[in-house]
């Protein structure tokens, strides 16, 4: 098989239980809307039309058999019932569309299962919900199938990996600072649920009742710690944490900044010996592993001293994770030293750092451009002689703003999906975003969960 292809092995009846969820991703192209009934001009240019009624149903249902027929259960499952209802929000060329599955019941005379299913839009809006049942393959079958850069977009196979593993740990209290909006708070209901935490829910009890009421959430067994703002709960939380009581530390609808001060206060605050810094794991598309990005979201623009903690925690952070010696590539727009840019210098005075062991655990490289740090064959092309180039699993960023775009192209444009958290601190420091994929955020809670063990 090439990188065109892949073995896809379906899901047996027996094996599903009911509760369990997949998604897929999708970005509604203009070529989709044109093959299933054209997009409607609404001044906006062609690249944000919006589709008619017919066309969003259609291209959702589509969604929804993929995933049932390819991926959950898989190969073999006959689909007895479908019933979609289209929500309240237009569906336009360029959205991205996350569509989840789930079991609501078994019946096992017929090896019958009863699904339901939502699409959600990349801002949360909601474009359709409905249910299916379906039959489910009871004998195990694999096929060879060939695939677009969407189908390896929505597997996300070593993302659903790191939850596996993380699921196999014991759970451990979550304190999670002002959970006060949809997003946050069903985040930390399906981390429990998958028994990726025990959520310790901080902030004005009376509003987190009400979101969870608003939002179909059950939040019962879990504990409310109160707090009146987003301020003191950020607060509460850290205060959590220290006290032992909470073993992780997860952002809620709260300001990173504001999180992140009262981590960094001191003595309040939970510190360790080196420079905060936060990691992106990126499951790419086509990429034969998973890409580190380090750091898009703390530090503004590091010095080589801050660079030096960056590495080291990004390093740290990989061994965890079951790379014994990861390659880390040190980007500037360049692979040779240039005095004129500052990043080629840092990047030179980092991999001399990691020769003379004052960085360990890794090997590290730079300067190096994007391109040959993922790419062998554009690093032959250039003749670079270098460990790491064409193979990085991690890739140092200039400053924030590079490794912010950088994180989002990937997410956006090549269909990669993102968890982060950051490091450096006594504990992990779950953050999520409003822009992330159900599978994007249950990985934050379990690299932070495997990070709290130690294992991989």
Known sequence: MDKTQELVTNRLFKDIAVGEKADLTEILTRDNADLLGGWQPDGAGVET???????????????????????????????????????????????????????????????LLDLSFVGVRQDGGEVARGTMQIQAPQAPQSVVMACSSFEHIVTHRRFRTLCEKAAQLPALPIAVAYPCDDLSLRSACDAAQRGLGQPILVGPKALIESVAKDSGLSIDGLEIVEAEDAHAASVQAVA???????????????????????????????CADRRLSH??????????????????????????????????????????????????????????????????????????????????????????????????????????????????????????????????????????DAAGVVLGAKVPVILTSRADSEQARLTSCAIALIMAHGAA
Not at 244 to 267: F, N
Not at 373 to 392: E, F, M, Q, W
């Open 49 to 111: 039309a919006s589709v008619s009624q017919s066309v969003a149903s259609v291209w959702i249902g589509i969604l929804v058999m993929r995933l049932v027929s390819t991926r959950f259960p898989g190969v073999g499952s006959v689909v007895r019932s479908y019933a979609l209802t289209l929500g309240g929000d237009v569906l336009s060329v360029g959205d991205r569309v996350v569509v989840t599955c789930q079991v609501v019941a078994k019946h096992d005379a017929d090896a």
């Open 240 to 270: 959590l944490v220290r006290s032992g009581r909470a073993r992780l530390l997860m952002k809620g609808a709260v300001h990173t900044d504001v999180l992140l001060h009262e981590v960094v206060a001191r003595p309040t605050g939970l």
């Open 279 to 416: 990691v992106f794991v990126m499951d790419v598309p086509f990429y034969d592993r998973l890409l580190m990005i380090s750091d898009a979201v703390v530090n503004i623009a590091p010095d080589v001293r801050a660079k030096h903690d960056i590495v080291q925690n990004v390093i740290d952070f990989a061994h965890v994770l079951g790379l014994a010696e990861p390659r880390v590539a040190v980007l500037s727009a360049v692979e040779t030293v240039n005095p004129a840019i500052q990043s080629t210098l840092d990047a030179a005075v980092l991999s001399k750092m990691a020769d003379r062991k004052q960085i360990t655990g890794g090997i590290v490289d730079g300067p190096l451009a994007f391109d040959n740090a993922v790419n062998l064959n554009a690093a032959k092309i250039k003749h670079i002689d270098s460990p790491v180039a064409g193979r990085a699993d991690i890739v140092i960023v200039p400053t924030l703003e590079a490794g912010n775009m950088l994180a989002k192209e990937l997410s956006f444009l090549a269909g990669a």
